[in-house]
């Protein structure tokens, strides 16, 4: 999967003459907790709700709200907003946008065309796709099992679900104890939680847990 495939777009994006009052106002008219900043058509900046609000005047302050108004609309979103911003493209890999926004502690990042910003991909993007992930709409006999780390692990698994009757509404694979092991979350239709658990007996080295959802 790849990001042109899930970003947000078309693109809600300001100006970086636009006062933080006005900014603030359209991201919550439009539901939104970031933008990009375009000027001339080039991304010049991302700014969020955060940037917006840590602009405002504190609530305690002891500032009338015509003054308060005042000093707002003073205040652009160039002066709050992050100039070096990290981008992707339409093809960079879902799964490396999202490490690139977990290694920078970042919620979202333009997706640029060329020279040109065409969308946006998020944090809430990410959750929808975690979601479709491990099927979490879906209904069906939720497991997670511990088995060894080695070839051939996940074929027997698959094919025993498969004899069983089963088939694989999600399917997980996360890094288990240790290096020997690999923690596998799955989603099965079509079988009891009982059925499943046996078709796994002789394959898992442990059964974490195992629900009907």
């Known amino acids: 999967m790849l990001v042109g495939e899930r970003m947000s777009h078309p693109i809600i994006s300001i100006a970086p003459d636009m006062p933080v009052h006005d900014a603030l106002n359209l991201f919550k008219r439009e539901r939104i907790r970031r933008a990009p900043v375009i000027k001339d058509g080039k991304l010049v900046g991302i700014v969020s709700d955060k940037d917006l609000l840590n602009a405002s005047p504190s609530p305690a302050t002891s500032l009338s709200i015509w003054e308060m108004n005042y000093l707002m609309s003073k205040i652009t979103v160039s002066e709050v907003m992050t100039k070096k911003v990290l981008t992707v493209k ?21 997706v ?3 020279d040109h910003v065409v969308g946006i991909i998020t944090e809430t993007d990410l959750f929808k796709i975690f979601l479709e992930l491990m099927g979490a709409r879906e209904k069906g006999v939720r497991v997670t099992a511990l088995i060894e780390e080695k070839p051939g692990q996940l074929a027997k698994m698959t094919q025993a679900i498969a004899k069983g009757g089963g088939n694989f509404v999600a399917f997980g694979q996360f890094a288990g104890e240790d290096p020997s092991t690999r923690l596998v979350t799955m989603k099965v239709e079509g079988m009891k939680p009982d059925a499943v658990k ?3 007996a002789d394959i898992a080295r442990e059964i974490w847990d195992i629900r009907e959802v």
């Open 90 to 110: 339409e093809d960079t890999p879902i799964e490396e946008a999202a490490r690139i926004m977990a290694d920078n502690k970042i919620g979202g990042l333009p």
């Open 112 to 114: 640029m065309r060329d």
């Open 198 to 200: 046996q078709a796994l």
